[in-house]
T-cell receptor, first 112, second 116 residues
Framework: QKEVEQDPGPLSVPEGAIVSLNCTYS??????FMWYRQYSRKGPELLMY????GNKEDGRFTAQVDKSSKYISLFIRDSQPSDSATYLC????????????FGQGTTLQVKP | GAVVSQHPSRVICKSGTSVKIECRSL??????MFWYRQFPKQSLMLMAT?????????EQGVEKDKFLINHASLTLSTLTVTSAHPEDSSFYIC????????????FGPGTRLTVL
C-alpha cells in the first residue's frame, strides 16, 4: 500500500463547477500538507500549504486537513478552463530532511 | 513568492555525453535542494537530496556515479548526467526548500533531456 493515495482521474467538470480533489494517507507522522498544480511540461507550482488539521482558504481554493481520518482535500470554486492541470498532494513529517511524499496526481479538465 | 530557476529548459545530446543541469533559488537561500525525475503521466520520483556543503543523499536504486550532484552554494545545485544513454531521457525537476518562510519546497520549471 502506498503511503499516499490519490485518484489519478481524469476528472472532467464544466466551467463554474466546484471541484473536490482528495488524498488519503497512512502515516500518522505527517504534519505538513501541500497541494501543487502542474501544467503539462512544467514544474509543480505550490498552491496551498497547511499545517496539522483544519481549513485554509486562498481565493477560489480551500484546503482541508482531517488528521483523524488521514484525509486531505482541495476545493476549487468557480472552476475555470485555466484550472485544467494535474494536482498533486504532498505531505511530510516534521523531520529535518524536508522530504515530501507525493500522491500520484489527479488530472483535471475544466470544459468551457 | 519563492522563485526557482532551472537551466537549460531542454537539451538534446548524443549518447555517451554528459549533461549538466543547474538549479537556482533566486530570492531565498536553500540549504537543501531536491532532484526529481518525472515520466509521462506519472508523479515525481525523488532521485536525491542535495545538501549545501555536503554529499548528496541518493534514493534507493539511483546510481550516484551516474547522477552527480553538487551543491556548492546556498543558491545553486547542479545535476550532471554522466555518459547519458537514451533510457536517461526524461523530465528532470529540481526543488529548493525555503526554511525561512513556509519551510516547504518550491519547484523549478524542469529540464527535458533527450538522449539520441
Amino acid at each position: 500500500q502506498k503511503e499516499v493515495e490519490q485518484d489519478p482521474g481524469p476528472l472532467s467538470v464544466p466551467e463554474g463547477a466546484i471541484v473536490s480533489l482528495n488524498c488519503t494517507y497512512s502515516n500518522s507522522a505527517f504534519q505538513y500538507f501541500m497541494w501543487y498544480r502542474q501544467y503539462s511540461r512544467k514544474g509543480p507550482e505550490l498552491l496551498m500549504y497547511t499545517y496539522s488539521s483544519g481549513n485554509k482558504e486562498d481565493g477560489r481554493f480551500t484546503a482541508q486537513v482531517d488528521k483523524s481520518s488521514k484525509y486531505i482535500s482541495l476545493f476549487i470554486r468557480d472552476s475555470q478552463p485555466s484550472d485544467s492541470a494535474t494536482y498533486l498532494c504532498a505531505m511530510r513529517s516534521s523531520g529535518n530532511t524536508g522530504k515530501l511524499i507525493f500522491g500520484q496526481g489527479t488530472t483535471l479538465q475544466v470544459k468551457p | 513568492g519563492a522563485v526557482v530557476s532551472q537551466h537549460p529548459s531542454r537539451v538534446i545530446c548524443k549518447s555517451g555525453t554528459s549533461v549538466k543541469i543547474e538549479c537556482r533559488s533566486l530570492d531565498f537561500q536553500a540549504t537543501t535542494m531536491f532532484w526529481y525525475r518525472q515520466f509521462p503521466k506519472q508523479s515525481l520520483m525523488l532521485m536525491a537530496t542535495s545538501n549545501e556543503g555536503s554529499k548528496a543523499t541518493y534514493e534507493q536504486g539511483v546510481e550516484k556515479d551516474k547522477f552527480l550532484i553538487n551543491h556548492a552554494s546556498l543558491t545553486l545545485s547542479t545535476l550532471t548526467v554522466t555518459s547519458a544513454h537514451p533510457e536517461d531521457s526524461s523530465f528532470y525537476i529540481c526543488s529548493a526548500r525555503d526554511t525561512e518562510r513556509t519551510d516547504t519546497q518550491y519547484f523549478g520549471p524542469g529540464t527535458r533531456l533527450t538522449v539520441l
